[in-house]
């Protein structure tokens, strides 16, 4: 397993909750590494990037101001706080690595399983 994410569950609306994903082998050294999230019959949506050394963050638009993405000092876990979640933000969500086609594009090499994510109103 390259990407291991966990962190899902179910929240209220205005809650708070962190997601992170945990990479091994190759993908524990990609770069970029991501989340996206996908609703039932909706595409896949960029959530929000970030580079190696975390100097760079990258952010959707319905998300940002909202969610935080942070990097460990040991590079091997990404960490999606999320803020004043509304019921808009329910998903699974999905952390990616090695983006091939750009940051917002989901071409990436390597993908988690999925968490769930569900706000209620």
């Known amino acids: 397993v390259q990407l291991q994410a966990c962190g899902g569950g179910v929240v209220q609306t205005g809650d708070s909750l962190r997601v992170s994903c945990v990479a091994s082998?190759?993908?524990?050294?990609?770069?970029?590494m991501a989340w996206f999230r996908q609703a039932p019959g909706k595409d896949r949506e960029f959530v929000a990037a970030?580079?190696?050394?975390?100097?760079?963050?990258y952010y959707g638009a319905s998300v940002k101001g909202r969610f935080t993405i942070l990097r460990d000092n040991a590079k091997t876990t990404v960490h999606l706080q999320m803020n004043r979640l509304v019921p808009g933000d329910t998903a699974t969500y999905y952390c990616a690595a090695a983006p091939k086609d750009g940051i917002g594009k989901a071409g990436y090499d390597y993908w988690g399983q999925g968490t769930q994510v569900t706000v209620s109103s």
């Open positions: 082998g190759r993908a524990s050294s990609s770069n970029i």
């Open positions: 970030i580079n190696w050394s975390g100097s760079m963050t």
